[in-house]
């Protein structure tokens, strides 16, 4: 059956409660922002699109190589901002500040290795970030330039970030829900074997 997935990097608990304390905080400020729940927040490597089970195989394979050439990295967030500005807000975020780089070049890997299994190829440039709340269809969030240049809050503290995720992205109207298909360790030797055994999603 055919999934819909991404490939992402899971956040610890301890950073999932500080951007969802956040959260807490720019909700009452902002108009018309559908938020991610604490268990829903990662940084987006790669938006597959719907991939066929055949296709999860190959990405798999595709996803355990490009991992073994990149060790793990400390990771951390930095300030919250808007896409694509803040007086026309339709995605709240929180940039990556350390490991940028490393979170990049993870991304280009995969984008790389996407294009060459068929895969759509992604248009617009990779920013490293945590999206914290969308805009419903084409309407703005009102309020959003206000709330994020006076909101005081304290990043949480950086994370050795030691693998990568494949999700599967379940739509629904009470909105997405997603599945950890895979867990892969970056930095660990692989060599090309038939499909592996899914390791347990990450807490």
Known sequence: MPQRAFIGIALPSEARAVLEALCVQLRPRMRH???????????TLKFLGTITP???DDVEVMIRTVASREPAFQLGLGAAG?????????VIWVGVTEGEEAVCRLAEAL??????????AEERPFSAHVTLGRAPQRAAIRGAEEALRGVVWQPPAPWKAGEVTLYQS???????????LAVIPLGTSFEERPRSTVDSPQS
Do not use: N
């Open 33 to 43: 922002g559908r938020w991610v729940g604490p268990e829903a927040m990662h940084v």
């Open 54 to 56: 055949q296709q999860r």
């Open 82 to 90: 808007a896409f694509p500005s803040l007086r026309a807000a339709r």
């Open 111 to 120: 984008e790389q290795g996407a294009r060459a299994l068929g895969l759509p």
């Open 170 to 180: 379940h739509l629904s109207s009470a909105g997405a829900r997603y599945e950890a």
